[in-house]
């Protein structure tokens, strides 16, 4: 690069010296044992660590700032979970906590329950984990819901004794399913595909059908 010596009044080259302010090295006690040719070599190829600094701590508030928000999709959707009648999903950082057993659950053993398969995949991961199976970063929320959607498709509703009355809520789906009907249909024709993918699982329901893999897309659809 060369610039205007205002001093002497012509062009001139940087300096190696120069170069290294540039890049933002302490350049007081700087002795250079190589020619200037290798100086402006090695200056070029550093990193200039005051502006990489910088962009570190940019990312590093990027990656705070998504953290947070992927924090709060959560929130909002175990609140949507609960209003459908769905089991919500655990965090990464509760899953030790959240498949625990409780104490309670040994008092109640005798007790004929119905276990839902996200319920029962955690119980096992847990069982693995305690049994030194398993390290601790098996315990995420994706092991546990590849673990329940394998269970659920493999023994439908996994059931011990007598099931209880169905968890799922039905009436809340087939509300919410047709809210987002309408929704599609005020688009006029822009809608039409919307309705068209939400029509088949609307039948299966007005005929009678009551599985699990329908509600999980009435689910997955109206969110």
């Given at each position: ?96 906590q959240a ?78 399913l047709e ?29 009678g059908e ?14």
């Amino acid at each position: 690069m060369k610039i205007l010596d205002t001093k002497r009044l012509r062009v001139r080259k940087l300096t190696p010296n120069e170069y290294g302010v540039l890049q933002a090295f302490k350049m007081d006690s700087w002795v250079q044992v190589v020619s200037d040719s290798q100086a402006y070599k090695q200056f070029g190829n550093a990193v200039t660590v005051s502006l990489f600094e910088a962009i570190a701590t940019n990312i590093k508030i990027a990656i705070l700032a998504a953290y947070e928000s992927e924090e709060l999709n959560m929130e909002n959707q175990t609140m949507e979970n609960k209003e459908i009648g769905m089991n919500p999903p655990i965090s990464e950082e509760e899953a030790p906590q959240a498949v625990a057993v409780e104490e309670a659950t040994e008092e109640k053993a005798q007790e004929v329950t119905n276990i839902l398969p996200y319920d029962l995949a955690a119980m096992i991961i847990k069982f693995l984990y305690d049994a030194g199976m398993i390290a601790r970063a098996c315990l995420t929320t994706k092991n546990t819901t590849t673990l329940a959607d394998h269970l659920e498709e493999n023994l439908d509703q996994v059931t011990i004794g007598n099931p209880k009355e169905d968890l799922r809520n039905w009436d809340k789906a087939r509300e919410e399913l047709e809210k987002v009907l309408d929704e599609y249909a005020s688009l006029g024709p822009a809608g039409m595909y919307g309705i068209k993918g939400l029509t088949p699982l609307k039948v299966r329901m007005d005929q009678g059908e009551r599985t699990p893999d329908l509600y999980n897309a009435i689910v997955a659809t109206v969110r």
